[in-house]
C-alpha cells in the first residue's frame, strides 16, 4: 500500500488529501499538522475549516484511509510520497520584508524530513513557492540524506476556496514538475499514478520543476490582473456613467478574453494573490528585472486603491464624515462560501471607517467575533502565520461589534456597506431594513450584489461599484 503523509492539514492540505483518500482506496493518507487545536478538529465534527462538500468526503474517508494527526515524525518516516503544503507567508522582517517568502515552515519541514526519513521519498512542493525553491530544499534534504534517495516534485494547488471539492473533482489541470533525470522521471509518473485514479491523463501536465513552480504565480498574477483591469475601468465607469457590468459583459464575450473574473467589485483578498504577486515582483527585482517587477506591482496597487476609493466614498457620500455613525458591514469573509478572512478587503475597509471613527457593526455567516477582532487588531502581513503563533485574545476594537443576524447588524445604522457577494444578501428583505436604518439610508454595495434601481425605489441612496451614480452621489465631492 503506498503511504502518503502530506505537513499542513488547512486550506489546501485539508481538501486536497481527503480528495486524494476518497479516490485512491487503496493509499493511506495521513495529514500532519503542528497545531493540536487543527488537528483535534479534523477528527472532530467540526472542521476547521468551511468547505462546500468537504464534511462529507471527510466522513468517507475518515478512520479508512484518511487520518489526521500530531505524530509528525512517525507519519513523515513511514511515508512514501511526503506532501508539503505549510504556510508560506510574506516575509515581515529582514531581508525582502513586505515582497518575498517566508520559507521559515517549508525549511523547518524539510529538516525534520531529513532528519526522520530512513527510507527513500518523494517530497511534492504542494504549498506555492519562490521559483528555485525545489533547489534549495534539495540541498536541504541530500546534505543531511544518509544515502537516502529524496526527489523532489513541484505540485502546485490551483483550487479556489469555496469551491475546493468540486475543483478538485474535476480539476482544470494536475501540474507536476520534475527533475529531468530517470530518477526524476520516476517520481514524476508515481505521482501522476495517484491522480490518474480519477483525473484524465490528458489534464495531469508534467514539466520541468522550475515551470511548475513559476506557473503557480503566474497564474495567480494572472487571476488578480484581470480583477484590477475591471477594477480600473471601474473607475473611470463611475466618472463617465458607463456601467463596469456591461463593459465587462461586452469585453468578455470576446474569445479571446472570456467571461470569467470581470466582476468589478471592492477588491481581491484571500491568502494568495496579493502575497504571490508580491512574491514574484521580489524574485523579478532579484533577477535584474525591475520594469517586470514594476507591472506585476501595479496590480496590487489598483487593489488598494479600489479599496481606498470605496472607504472614501462612503465617507465622502454621508457628509464627508462618519464620525459616530453606525455602519453595517454585511460580509467579512474574502469571498462568499468560505469563512477565510486572509487579506479580506473588509479588513482594510473596516480600518478605513474605523479611523474616520465610524461605529460598525458587522455580521457574516461565517466568520466569529473572535476571528473579525483579531483581523483588526493585526498588522499587515502577520495573518498567514500558524493561528498558534498569533495573539490569542487580541484588544477588542471598541467601536466593532458583530452579530449573527443581518437585520441585527443593519439596525439603526446609517449606512449599510457589502463587502462579501453571500447569495443570502440577495434576498434579505431591504424594506425592513430601510425603515430600522437612520435617514437618509445609505447602501454601499461593494459585490454588485444587490438591484440599486429596486433598492433606490425603497428609498435608500445606493452606490454600486462601476455603476452609474446615483444622483445625490453626483453632488458629492469627488472621490479619488
Ligand atoms: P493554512 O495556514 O491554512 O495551512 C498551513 C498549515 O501548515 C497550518 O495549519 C500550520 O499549522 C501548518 N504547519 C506550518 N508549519 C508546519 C510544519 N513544520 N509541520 C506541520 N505543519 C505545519 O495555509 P493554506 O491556505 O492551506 O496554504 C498552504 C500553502 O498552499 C501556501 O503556500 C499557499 O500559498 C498555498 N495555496 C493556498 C491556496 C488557498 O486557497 N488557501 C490555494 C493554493 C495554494
Redesign the pocket.
Known sequence: MVKICC???????GPTMAVIALKCPSIEVVV????VT?ISAWNGDQLP?YEPGLDDVVKQCRGRNLFFSTD?EKHVSEADIIFV????PTKTRGLGAGKAADLT?WE??AR?IADVARSDKIVVE????PVKTAEAIEKILTHNSKGIDFQILSN??????GT?IQDLFNPDRVLIGGRETPGGRKAVQALKDVYANWVPEDRILTTNLWSAELS?LAANAFLAQRISSVNAISALCEATGANASEVAYAVGKDTRIGPRFLNSSVGFG???FQ??ILNLVYICECNGLPEVANYWKQVIKINDYQKSRFVNRVVSSMFNTVAGKKIAVLGFAFKKDTG?TRETPAIDVCKGLLGDKARISIYDPQVTEDQIQRDLAMNKFDW?H???LQPMSPTAVKQVTVTWDAYEATKGAHGVCILTEWDEFKSLDYKKIYESMQKPAFVFDGRNVVDPQKLREIGFIVYSIGKPLDPWLKDMPAVA
Not at 500532519?32 to 497545531?35: G, Q, R
Not at 504542494?126 to 513557492?129: G, Q
Request: hydrophobic share 35%.
Open positions: 505537513l499542513g492539514a488547512g486550506y489546501v492540505g500532519v499538522d503542528i497545531s487543527r475549516i509528525i503544503s505549510v504556510n508560506t515552515y523547518s519541514a525534520m504542494k504549498s506555492t513557492v502546485p494547488e490551483f483550487l479556489a476556496e475546493a503557480k484571500g491568502s494568495c502575497k504571490d477565510d498567514d500558524p493561528v498558534h
